[in-house]
Structures are given as structure tokens and as C-alpha cells.
């Protein structure tokens, strides 16, 4: 009885699972038609002057295809000339019919793409992963710039790597792997070098055929349209004088970067191909090592980044091989795993302003960050071969188990589950940046204008006076009429705000990193909480509301239609008052510090930053008091859906087994210590099988 009970429960579990995972790969579907429709009527909804731009200046009613002239008259089309042989037929389609058909046939083209991709993932393969990989493939595919790029353009580059994943993962006979890849490289030539890859990988039949078809493709469109052909090739150098400037932030290869530099004449030309010599030598022979180990769509993915980065000019819509990259496993530890992919996901779907900041040392960086994930990809990122021991079983990580909670169901996500050790800290300041930046995109977003704020402000007004709240006036006018007081409220206002939180977290970071994941989380609910209030509650601040006599002692007498906040005028939302972050991140950091801090006198000193901070924005007629109120309240939240969610702060104390392993966690500024004696006694992981070479060199 008692060995069909446990039978029972087992099934009963399985089948659990099961029915979470389909419903999971139903929603995913449901958010891939979506995304489609949604792409489908950005396109639509654009005026036709705006929308499939490249497509309508090649093929529309005054394109250059349909002209007697030259195809690069202009410089409008920057494809080879056998692309506008291959275009030429579409001529004769309306503009208007065409962009909705064009539009939807690259949303299937995206579609294969995922599907073709997550069906070449490296074997072994799990079930769960092979039912969400195809959906979450061609979500992360319409998510990312090149694809969004390609459809507002009309571009046709989906296509070349298409072809190309179909020659290695469709194609059963070398001959059209051949053709595939040789069609591919005569519509973007630097796409040949997938003909080495198969020369090297000991398909030498279809590299042949890749060549031979290539230069098929090239002489036809040479007899055809002999003067484009020597536009194009000698004297625009494969294309790489055509469409936009060379060294515009567009174009994401070594050629552009070093543009962007400053080299310019021979000097740039001569370090270009001695570059681009050594990451061709370098990538591709990180290629073949993966396809030898089984691991083809990551050499594949390594060459197309190769192909980007030696190009002469690799434009926003021709980086996807940047995302296919991310299928490559880094780390030995399962904390690790996900740093590459979030890395790649991130710079793939973001503009480089909201991964980092405008700052002078970090620009470059910024301008080129799809440049140097291909590199990295390319030359650089350790992935692992399928023969290390650590590529099936990487070494688990050290979680966590919160003290027991107050209510049975807390916490509401039991998989939530705390990690003793740091996060990766360029992650983790990636992430950082990401997140505020889109709370400013929001925070500017979020406005009703000026007469709904100032309405809102008299309504807040007549709260406090009903209250006999109402002490901003007082206090303002008060504060005015002492010269140091004001300085020091007008200098904490606008300095402390961020300094006091960052410090806060980096100290958490580096001593105790447990603590630091829940006081970020909390911090974060906090302040997805106060972006509500903003988009549904525009306010305007004493200091805008015009008839009450208040002192913007920081920028002077304001203009109310044309409020001035500084230099962030242009960039920040001038009725965001509502709730007040100012006094809630500075509440978050009292709390924070009266429950960690060891000594007494630090919690007393943490205690001082909100109340200087309430009494900051009060006295520069920035906030009302009820803005605070609000601040309190979404900080509160904050801290209790971080227990709701996750369990209570305080951890189990750490017993060790009798193995001598390590278990539970607890709280203070040992962790490091801990998990590195965890990780010592998890032994080392065993070899897994032999991996499968049925896609290996010579099969």
C-alpha cells in the first residue's frame, strides 16, 4: 500500500508539472501573436512617408527599382546588385498593398528563424525545454533591435540568416546547404565566411557549392547590370560607401568603432584589416572548435558575429547573430548561467542610453555595446564544451531558507528563493541602470498636463487644511529668511537623494550580500509602486502651484507654463510629485540602516536622513507633506510584498551536516565566507555521456 501510495503521489506530480508546462507554452504562444499583431500595427498605423522607409526607396512607386538609372543613384539602396535583380519582380506591387504583405511575410520569416533555432539546440535537449525554447525563441527575436529595425524599414536582412540556419540545420544534402549559404552571401557577401566554416568543418562539397553559387549570383547580376556591379564593388568597396555615414553609431563593426575614434585615411584602413585579420582567425576557430564539440548553432552564432564585426558596416538590422549567441553556456556555477544570456538579451533589446549613462569614460562603451558583445561572443566569452563535467551539471547554488513566517502561506512564491552569495556585479549594475531608466522613461511619460496637476494640487492643498497640515508656506518662507539653512536644505535636496541609497546598497553588496537582495527587492517594488502613482495622480508641487506665494529656492521664480527644473528640465516630469521618492528612498534608507547597523549610534544617525530629507523637500516648496504620507506608504508596500512574496528577512542559522556541508543560510557579514566553504564541499560534478556527434564534423 505504502509503495502505491508513493507511486500515486509521484504520477500525481508529474502530471502537475506537465500541465504547468503546457499552460506555460500556451502563454508563451499567446504572447508571440501578440507581439505580432502589435508589430503588425506600429507598421500600419505609420504615415506612409515614415513607415518602410528602405523598402519604399526601393520598390515603391518612385523607387530606385523602378527606374532606368543606376541602383545607386543617391546611395538609396544598399544592397548588392543581385539583391535588386531578386527585388525586381516585386516592383510591380503597390506600395501601399505591399508594405502590410511585406511586413507580414517578414513576421513569418522571424517565425521559422526562432523555430529553426530552438530546434537546433544542442542535444541533450529536456522536454520543457523543447516545448517553451521555440516561442521563446521568436519572442526574444521581436523583442530585439535588428528585427524591430528590420520591419519599421522594410528591410530584407531576416533573410540571409534564415538561409544560412536552414543550409546548417535544414538542409539534409550538401549541394543546397551550399546554395543556401551561397544565395545568403550574394545578398550580404560577408556571409562567405560561413563557406570557411563548412570547409573547416569538413564539409567541403557544400562549401564548394556555396563559392560556386556565390559567384553564379554575382556574374549574372555583373551581365546583367554591368555598371551597378562596379559601382558596387569597386568603386563603393563591396558597399561599404553606401547608405548611411560610416562612422554613425548605425553601423556596429570594427570599421565604425574605429570611425568613432577619431583614425580616419590609412591609418584606420590599415588597423581595420589587422583587426578584423585577427578576429576572423580567432572567432572562426572558435567556431569550428564548438561544431567539433557538437554545439552547431553556437558556432554558426560565433561566425555571425565574426561576420559583424569584420564587416566594412554591419547596420542595426544585419546583429542578430549577436542573439543567437546567447544559446552558448558560461560558468560552472548555476548562479552564472544566466549572466551571459541577461548580458546578451539586454544589450540586443535596449538602446545603448538606457544600459548606460552619458558619462565621458563609459561613451564608448555605451556606442558600441553590440559591437563588443560580438566581439566578446567571437573572441573573447569562455562557453563550455558539451565534455565539461560542469555543461549538464553545473555546481548548484547555495540558497537560502528564510525563518518560518507568520502566516502558513508566506511565502506566496515558495520557488523565490533567497541566494547567500553576491549577484555578478556587471549584472547587477546593468540591471541597476536598466531599471532607471525606465522609471525616468515612465516618470516622463506619465504626465496629464499642467491644468489636471495643478487641479490635483488644490486638492491636496485643502486636504491640509482640513488636516491643519498645511505648513509648507510657513516653513518655506521661514527657511528663505536664513541664508545658511536654505544652502544646506538646497544642497541636501538635490545631493543626497541618490548618493545615500547607492552607498547603502554597494556597503550591503560587498558585506552582506543575503540582505542586499531583499533591500534591493524592496526598494524596487517601492519604486515600481511610486510609478502608479505618478501615471494615475499628476500633481504639481507647491512651488508650480501658482496664486500661493511659495519660493522655489533652488531655481528661482518659475515660468508655470514653462516650469525649470534645472538641467533636467528636459528629462524628468514636473507634476511627479505624488508619491514623494525623494522621502521615500530616504525612509527606505532609515529602515534599512536601524535594522542592520550594529551600533546604536548608527541606527540614531540613520534615522536623521528622513527626517532632513521631509524637511528638505518642504522647505524648497518641492513636495507637500501628503506627498511624504505617499512616499511612506509605497515604501511600505514595498518592504511587505518583499515578505509576502519571499519570506521573512531573517534566515535559518547555518548547521552543518554530518558530510560537513553547510545548510541553511543566516544573516550577517559572513556569506562570502559561507558560501565559499559550500561550494569547496560540493563534489565535483561527475562526467556526463559522451556528447552526441550526430552533428559533429564529417556527419
Given amino acids: 500500500m505504502r509503495g502505491g501510495a508513493v507511486t500515486d503521489a509521484v504520477a500525481d506530480t508529474v502530471t502537475d508539472v506537465e500541465s504547468r508546462t503546457r499552460l506555460t507554452r500556451v502563454l508563451l504562444w499567446l504572447v508571440v501573436a501578440v507581439l505580432g499583431v502589435r508589430q503588425m500595427a506600429v507598421v500600419v498605423r505609420q504615415p506612409p512617408g515614415e513607415r518602410l522607409t528602405d523598402l519604399e526607396t526601393w520598390i515603391g512607386e518612385n523607387g530606385v527599382l523602378h527606374g532606368t538609372g543606376s541602383l545607386y543613384d543617391g546611395d538609396r539602396f544598399t544592397g548588392t546588385p543581385f539583391?535588386?535583380?531578386?527585388?525586381?519582380?516585386?516592383?510591380?506591387?503597390?506600395?501601399?498593398?505591399?508594405?502590410?504583405?511585406?511586413?507580414?511575410?517578414?513576421?513569418?520569416?522571424v517565425a521559422a528563424l526562432g523555430v529553426v533555432a530552438a530546434r537546433a539546440l544542442p542535444k541533450p535537449v529536456g522536454r520543457r525545454t523543447a516545448l517553451l525554447a521555440a516561442p521563446v525563441a521568436i519572442t526574444l527575436l521581436?523583442?530585439?533591435?535588428?528585427?524591430?529595425?528590420?520591419?519599421?524599414?522594410?528591410?530584407?536582412?531576416?533573410?540571409?540568416?534564415?538561409?544560412?540556419?536552414?543550409?546548417?540545420?535544414?538542409?539534409?544534402?550538401?549541394?543546397?546547404?551550399?546554395?543556401?549559404?551561397?544565395?545568403?552571401?550574394?545578398?550580404?557577401?560577408?556571409?562567405?565566411?560561413?563557406?570557411?566554416?563548412?570547409?573547416?568543418?569538413?564539409?567541403?562539397?557544400?562549401?564548394?557549392?556555396?563559392?560556386?553559387?556565390?559567384?553564379?549570383?554575382?556574374?549574372?547580376?555583373?551581365?546583367?547590370?554591368?555598371?551597378?556591379?562596379?559601382?558596387?564593388?569597386?568603386?563603393?568597396?563591396?558597399?561599404?560607401?553606401?547608405?548611411?555615414?560610416?562612422?554613425?553609431?548605425?553601423?556596429?563593426?570594427?570599421?565604425?568603432?574605429?570611425?568613432?575614434?577619431?583614425l580616419e585615411g590609412p591609418v584606420e584602413i590599415a588597423l581595420f584589416l589587422v583587426l578584423a585579420a585577427a578576429v576572423a582567425f580567432i572567432g572562426v576557430r572558435r567556431a569550428v572548435r564548438y561544431a567539433q564539440d557538437g554545439q552547431l548553432l553556437l558556432a554558426v552564432a560565433v561566425t555571425g558575429c565574426v561576420v559583424v564585426a569584420v564587416s566594412p558596416t554591419a547596420w542595426q538590422h544585419q546583429l542578430l547573430w549577436v542573439l543567437l549567441a546567447v544559446v552558448g553556456k558560461v560558468g560552472k556555477r548555476a548562479s552564472d548561467r544566466l549572466v551571459w544570456p541577461a548580458v546578451v538579451v539586454l544589450v540586443v533589446t535596449l538602446p545603448g542610453q538606457m544600459l548606460l549613462p552619458n558619462v565621458g569614460p563609459v561613451t564608448s562603451v555605451r556606442d558600441n555595446a553590440l559591437l563588443l558583445a560580438a566581439l566578446g561572443a567571437a573572441c573573447a566569452t569562455p562557453f563550455l564544451l558539451r565534455t565539461s563535467p560542469y555543461w549538464a551539471r553545473p555546481v548548484p547554488t547555495d540558497h537560502a531558507r528564510p525563518v518560518a513566517a507568520r502566516w502558513r502561506?508566506?511565502?506566496?512564491?515558495?520557488?523565490?528563493?533567497?541566494?547567500?552569495?553576491?549577484?555578478?556585479?556587471?549584472?547587477?549594475?546593468?540591471?541597476?541602470?536598466?531599471?532607471?531608466?525606465?522609471?525616468?522613461?515612465?516618470?516622463?511619460?506619465?504626465?496629464?498636463?499642467?491644468?489636471?496637476?495643478?487641479?490635483?494640487?488644490?486638492?491636496?492643498?485643502?486636504?491640509?487644511?482640513?488636516?491643519?497640515?498645511?505648513?509648507?508656506?510657513?516653513?518655506?518662507?521661514?527657511?528663505?529668511?536664513?541664508?545658511?539653512?536654505?544652502?544646506?536644505?538646497?544642497?541636501?535636496?538635490?545631493?543626497?537623494?541618490?548618493?545615500?541609497?547607492?552607498?547603502?546598497?554597494?556597503?550591503?553588496?560587498?558585506?552582506?550580500?543575503?540582505?542586499?537582495?531583499?533591500?534591493?527587492?524592496?526598494?524596487?517594488?517601492?519604486?515600481?509602486?511610486?510609478?502608479?502613482?505618478f501615471w494615475l495622480y499628476p500633481l504639481a508641487p507647491p512651488r508650480l502651484m501658482p496664486g500661493l506665494g511659495f519660493i522655489d529656492t533652488i531655481h528661482g521664480v518659475q515660468d508655470f507654463a514653462k516650469p525649470d527644473y534645472g538641467t533636467l528640465t528636459g528629462v524628468t516630469n514636473q507634476y511627479a510629485a505624488m508619491p514623494s521618492l525623494h522621502f521615500g528612498w530616504s525612509l527606505w534608507c532609515g529602515v534599512v540602516i536601524v535594522i542592520l547597523a550594529?551600533?546604536?549610534?548608527?541606527?540614531?544617525?540613520?534615522?536623521?536622513?528622513?527626517?532632513?530629507?521631509?524637511?528638505?523637500?518642504?522647505?524648497?516648496?518641492?513636495?507637500?507633506?501628503?506627498?511624504?504620507?505617499?512616499?511612506?506608504?509605497?515604501?511600505?508596500?514595498?518592504?511587505?510584498?518583499?515578505?509576502?512574496?519571499?519570506?521573512?528577512?531573517?534566515?535559518?542559522?547555518?548547521?552543518?551536516?554530518?558530510?560537513?556541508?553547510?545548510?541553511?543560510?543566516?544573516?550577517?557579514?559572513?556569506?562570502?565566507?559561507?558560501?565559499?566553504?559550500?561550494?569547496?564541499?560540493?563534489?565535483?560534478?561527475?562526467?556526463?555521456?559522451?556528447?552526441?556527434?550526430?552533428?559533429?564534423?564529417?556527419?
Wanted: aromatic share 10%; proline share 6%; net charge positive.
Fill in 83 to 109: 539583391a535588386g535583380l531578386v527585388l525586381k519582380p516585386l516592383t510591380a506591387s503597390a506600395e501601399a498593398s505591399l508594405g502590410v504583405a511585406w511586413t507580414f511575410g517578414s513576421l513569418l520569416l
Fill in 142 to 262: 521581436m523583442l530585439s533591435l535588428p528585427v524591430r529595425n528590420t520591419l519599421h524599414l522594410g528591410q530584407t536582412s531576416i533573410l540571409p540568416v534564415l538561409l544560412v540556419l536552414l543550409a546548417w540545420f535544414a538542409a539534409r544534402d550538401d549541394r543546397l546547404r551550399g546554395v543556401l549559404v551561397g544565395l545568403a552571401a550574394a545578398l550580404q557577401p560577408t556571409l562567405l565566411l560561413f563557406a570557411v566554416l563548412l570547409w573547416l568543418t569538413g564539409r567541403r562539397r557544400a562549401s564548394a557549392a556555396s563559392l560556386a553559387t556565390f559567384t553564379l549570383g554575382t556574374a549574372a547580376a555583373w551581365a546583367a547590370v554591368p555598371k551597378d556591379s562596379w559601382t558596387y564593388w569597386i568603386h563603393h568597396v563591396a558597399g561599404a560607401g553606401l547608405g548611411e555615414r560610416p562612422d554613425s553609431l548605425a553601423n556596429q563593426s570594427l570599421h565604425g568603432a574605429l570611425l568613432r575614434l577619431g
Fill in 409 to 533: 502561506r508566506v511565502p506566496l512564491l515558495p520557488f523565490w528563493r533567497r541566494v547567500l552569495h553576491r549577484p555578478n556585479l556587471l549584472l547587477e549594475l546593468l540591471l541597476i541602470r536598466v531599471v532607471y531608466s525606465a522609471y525616468a522613461q515612465v516618470r516622463l511619460a506619465a504626465t496629464a498636463g499642467r491644468p489636471l496637476a495643478e487641479e490635483h494640487g488644490r486638492q491636496i492643498h485643502a486636504i491640509e487644511q482640513w488636516l491643519h497640515i498645511d505648513i509648507e508656506l510657513w516653513v518655506n518662507h521661514t527657511v528663505v529668511g536664513i541664508g545658511w539653512l536654505r544652502e544646506f536644505f538646497d544642497y541636501y535636496y538635490s545631493t543626497f537623494h541618490f548618493i545615500v541609497p547607492l552607498a547603502i546598497l554597494g556597503v550591503l553588496y560587498a558585506r552582506r550580500p543575503a540582505d542586499y537582495r531583499w533591500a534591493r527587492t524592496s526598494i524596487g517594488f517601492a519604486t515600481v509602486l511610486a510609478l502608479v502613482g
Fill in 598 to 699: 550594529p551600533k546604536l549610534w548608527m541606527k540614531a544617525l540613520g534615522l536623521l536622513h528622513p527626517l532632513f530629507t521631509v524637511a528638505a523637500i518642504v522647505a524648497t516648496a518641492n513636495h507637500w507633506v501628503l506627498d511624504a504620507v505617499g512616499g511612506a506608504l509605497v515604501v511600505s508596500l514595498g518592504f511587505g510584498l518583499t515578505y509576502l512574496l519571499s519570506g521573512p528577512r531573517k534566515l535559518e542559522p547555518v548547521t552543518v551536516t554530518g558530510k560537513g556541508q553547510e545548510e541553511g543560510g543566516e544573516q550577517g557579514g559572513t556569506a562570502p565566507e559561507r558560501v565559499r566553504r559550500t561550494a569547496a564541499s560540493v563534489p565535483e560534478p561527475a562526467p556526463g555521456p559522451d556528447p552526441v556527434r550526430a552533428e559533429a564534423v564529417g556527419t
